[in-house]
């Protein structure tokens, strides 16, 4: 089992930053892929960013490239997610998500990022 628990959010201009963290508990951190997810009110949730258990590996989805960086420190068993240039359209629950293998199995409660223009 892993636990997951996300922190970081909250109400932000069109411009700003916000950075998201993710602590894990309950299973090796380095053996685990990571994750960010959102899901905006009336749409379904949408996969955001991905980084590899080694964090070498970096994967986006297109509206975010060059906005949003994903990291892990595995000595602190924690993921980030860095997000610039804020736009509304970012507004949305934020999820950390964990895997092992091809599904993701382990999901944070979430965290709201709003950003007001």
């Known amino acids: 089992q892993v636990q997951l628990v996300e922190s970081g959010g909250g109400l932000v201009q069109a411009g700003g930053s916000l950075r998201l963290s993710c602590a894990a508990s309950g299973r090796t951190f380095s053996n685990l892929i990571m994750g960010w997810f959102r899901q905006a009110p009336g749409k379904e949730r949408e996969f955001v960013a991905e980084?590899?258990?080694?964090?070498?590996?970096?994967y986006y989805m297109d509206s975010v490239k060059g906005r949003f960086t994903i990291s892990k420190d595995n000595t602190k068993n924690t993921v980030y997610l860095q997000m610039n240039s804020l736009k509304p359209e970012d507004t949305a629950v934020y999820y950390c998500?964990?895997?092992?293998?091809?599904?993701?199995?382990?999901w944070g409660q979430g965290t709201q990022v709003t950003v007001s223009s």
């Open positions: 998500a964990a895997r092992l293998y091809r599904d993701y199995e382990y």
């Open positions: 980084i590899s258990w080694n964090g070498v590996g970096t």
